[in-house]
């Protein structure tokens, strides 16, 4: 049985955080990546496709420019963001639009099922998956 010295110890558990913090960051900017993939697929129907069918009919292209993936960064290293910022995103998303009523006002109607390709692209994706996989294949084999 070997011991070792408190320092020495306290750097090897400092070794282990930092390797499971890179893995963590790797395996978090994948997933992202990933998602924004499916997300991207989601938003690339037939032109001519029906009006509200899903995939999203790319009509002007609008939609699968403004999709985005935001991955990790040594400020922030565990949080990733996968969004779109184009204007009507929202209302593709939930299916609730904004129209004229008349008078210089606007009604809020519920026009069809919304389509919610980025959530569906997560369900498709499964992040957690990933990032378990990437930490048991990885990361968990170097420090066993």
């Given amino acids: 049985m070997s011991t070792l010295a408190n320092s020495q110890l306290l750097q090897n558990i400092r070794v282990m955080v930092d390797s499971l913090n890179a ?10 990546d990933g998602i924004n993939a499916i997300a ?6 037939a032109k001519n496709a029906a009006p509200w069918s899903y995939p999203v009919p790319r009509r002007s292209g609008g939609l699968l420019l403004n999709q985005k993936a935001q991955r990790t960064t040594p400020a922030n290293p565990f949080t990733a963001y996968v969004f779109n910022l184009a204007g009507y995103a929202g209302a593709v998303h939930s299916g609730v639009v904004n129209e004229w009523a008349g008078r210089g006002k606007t009604r809020t109607r519920i026009k ?15 992040p957690l998956m990933v990032i378990q996989r990437d930490l048991e294949q990885g990361w968990l084999r170097q420090w066993t």
């Fill in 112 to 126: 069809a099922d919304g389509r919610a390709f980025i959530d569906d692209a997560a369900a498709e994706f499964q």
């Fill in 23 to 32: 893995q963590l960051s790797t395996s978090l900017n994948k997933a992202a």
């Fill in 40 to 45: 991207r697929r989601n938003l690339s129907g």
